[in-house]
């Protein structure tokens, strides 16, 4: 039985070398996760962080896919959003709120879904 065992372990582990791996790498709510953005210093620090990001999944040809909270899009927020898309990256959307639809009913949360697709219909 170890014999079989064995045989089945070295046969499933040669399998296994052979297929590509895949990966996807979702970042939740962009353009800034969990950011303050009241001083500019703390502005300064998130769009240094947001950059190195985007340079790091570029430089490691990592695809990733970013999800938008639209009612937190602030003034001058969107050319970071462009910018992720220009890189090569995927974006959707992570309504508009971001509420929690365990604690809501379908239709309102419909309604907010809704509302971020005519935001983010523009990028």
Same mark, same amino acid.
């Given at each position: 039985?170890?014999?079989?065992?064995?045989?089945?372990?070295?046969?499933?582990?040669?399998?296994?070398?052979?297929?590509?791996?895949?990966?996807?790498?979702?970042?939740?709510?962009?353009?800034?996760?969990?950011?303050?953005?009241?001083?500019?210093?703390?502005?300064?620090?998130?769009?240094?962080?947001?950059?190195?990001?985007?340079?790091?999944?570029?430089? @490691?040809?990592?695809?990733?896919?970013?999800?938008?909270?639209?009612?937190?899009?602030?003034?001058?927020?969107?050319?970071?959003?462009?910018?992720?898309?220009?890189?090569?990256?995927?974006?959707?959307?992570?309504?508009?709120?971001?509420?929690?639809? @365990?604690?809501?009913?379908?239709?309102?949360?419909?309604?907010?879904?809704?509302?971020?697709?005519?935001?983010?219909?523009?990028?």
């Amino acid at each position: 039985m170890r014999s079989f065992l064995i045989a089945v372990f070295s046969f499933v582990s040669f399998l296994s070398f052979g297929q590509t791996r895949e990966i996807a790498i979702t970042i939740d709510d962009l353009p800034f996760v969990a950011s303050k953005m009241d001083t500019p210093g703390n502005q300064q620090r998130a769009i240094e962080r947001f950059d190195r990001l985007v340079q790091f999944l570029v430089d @490691n040809q990592v695809p990733a896919t970013g999800f938008i909270i639209a009612g937190a899009i602030g003034k001058g927020q969107w050319a970071f959003l462009e910018k992720f898309k220009a890189a090569g990256f995927n974006l959707g959307s992570h309504t508009y709120s971001h509420y929690n639809l @365990n604690t809501m009913n379908v239709d309102k949360y419909l309604a907010d879904v809704a509302r971020a697709d005519k935001v983010l219909s523009a990028i």
